[in-house]
């Protein structure tokens, strides 16, 4: 009996052992630009905030562009396929699981009827002092993209809070129909615009000169914005069902009538 006792143990401990310990992905991380493969135009700086107590994460990410802070705080439970967030003024529902030294993260934000779908993976290194994020982005049904993003853990005393966020006007030219919006926002209002109609920034501005009224384009986009909203106050203040996406779907001109 003895030994029988003593067997069990062992097989025990080592069943134990077999067992992947949870990573502590906590701590706080700044990206270092030099690594991974950030496709598309690069931010100036971007950094995370993570706290984790057993199953529940909540992360605060800070990207700065132009000297403006974009900051997007999420709140999951490792294990739940219900979390629910926001992402620039879309609702978020995200699946979190452990998968070995990461974290796996699967979100759908939707914005009105147009689905973003997100694949994240937060993995830590074995020394714990890299955490790397890959990102899965797709859009609707655009072709996939994938961003990989490598942070480096700093000290806690290192952690600088955001910068509070200004008015859009306050930090663009010319701003006069996005007046009172976050500036955090404006680039992802432009690349909305630009989804819906299918075009590039110069479509509506003159290069490197954002602030300019040269093109026909960016008069008649103010228009159309303003009439977005009117639609939308008038008929859907509760669900702001109707975008840019509503008619154009990819196209400069609307078509009128089906095929």
Same mark, same amino acid.
């Given at each position: 009996?003895?030994?029988?006792?003593?067997? #069990?143990? %062992? !097989?025990? /401990?080592? *069943?134990?052992?077999?067992?992947?310990?949870?990573?502590?992905?906590?701590?706080?991380?700044?990206?270092?630009?030099?690594?991974?493969?950030?496709?598309?135009?690069?931010?100036?700086?971007?950094?995370?905030?993570?706290?984790?107590?057993?199953?529940?994460?909540?992360?605060?990410?800070?990207?700065?562009?132009?000297?403006?802070?974009?900051?997007?705080?999420?709140?999951?439970?490792?294990?739940?396929?219900?979390?629910?967030?926001?992402?620039?003024?879309?609702?978020?529902?995200?699946?979190?699981?452990?998968?070995?030294?990461?974290?796996?993260?699967?979100?759908?934000?939707?914005?009105?009827?147009?689905?973003?779908?997100?694949?994240? #993976?937060? %993995? !830590?290194? /074995?020394? *714990?002092?890299?955490?790397?994020?890959?990102?899965?982005?797709?859009?609707?049904?655009?072709?996939?993209?994938?961003?990989?993003?490598?942070?480096?853990?700093?000290?806690?005393?290192?952690?600088?809070?955001?910068?509070?966020?200004?008015?859009?006007?306050?930090?663009?030219?010319?701003?006069?129909?996005?007046?009172?919006?976050?500036?955090?926002?404006?680039?992802?209002?432009?690349?909305?615009?630009?989804?819906?109609?299918?075009?590039?920034?110069?479509?509506?501005?003159?290069?490197?000169?954002?602030?300019?009224?040269?093109?026909?384009?960016?008069?008649?986009?103010?228009?159309?914005?303003?009439?977005?909203?009117?639609?939308?106050?008038?008929?859907?203040?509760?669900?702001?069902?109707?975008?840019?996406?509503?008619?154009?779907?990819?196209?400069?001109?609307?078509?009128?009538?089906?095929?």
């Amino acid at each position: 009996m003895k030994f029988a006792a003593v067997f #069990l143990l %062992t !097989l025990c /401990a080592l *069943g134990a052992a077999g067992q992947e310990k949870t990573p502590d992905i906590s701590g706080v991380w700044r990206w270092n630009p030099q690594k991974g493969d950030h496709r598309g135009k690069p931010p100036d700086s971007m950094r995370v905030k993570i706290d984790q107590n057993g199953p529940e994460l909540a992360i605060v990410f800070v990207v700065r562009s132009k000297g403006v802070d974009d900051v997007m705080a999420w709140r999951y439970r490792v294990g739940s396929d219900d979390n629910a967030n926001d992402m620039h003024g879309g609702a978020m529902k995200s699946a979190a699981r452990w998968q070995g030294n990461a974290v796996a993260i699967d979100s759908v934000v939707m914005y009105g009827t147009d689905a973003l779908r997100l694949n994240d #993976l937060w %993995t !830590l290194s /074995a020394d *714990g002092q890299t955490l790397t994020f890959r990102q899965r982005h797709q859009f609707m049904s655009e072709p996939a993209g994938e961003d990989v993003d490598v942070f480096e853990k700093q000290p806690d005393a290192a952690w600088e809070p955001p910068q509070t966020d200004r008015a859009a006007e306050q930090v663009y030219k010319n701003i006069q129909v996005l007046k009172g919006v976050a500036a955090s926002r404006v680039p992802a209002v432009m690349l909305f615009f630009s989804k819906c109609l299918g075009v590039d920034c110069t479509h509506c501005h003159v290069a490197n000169e954002f602030e300019k009224d040269d093109k026909p384009a960016k008069l008649t986009a103010r228009c159309m914005l303003k009439m977005v909203h009117k639609i939308n106050g008038d008929n859907f203040p509760e669900t702001q069902l109707i975008s840019c996406w509503t008619c154009h779907r990819g196209n400069v001109k609307p078509e009128s009538f089906p095929k």
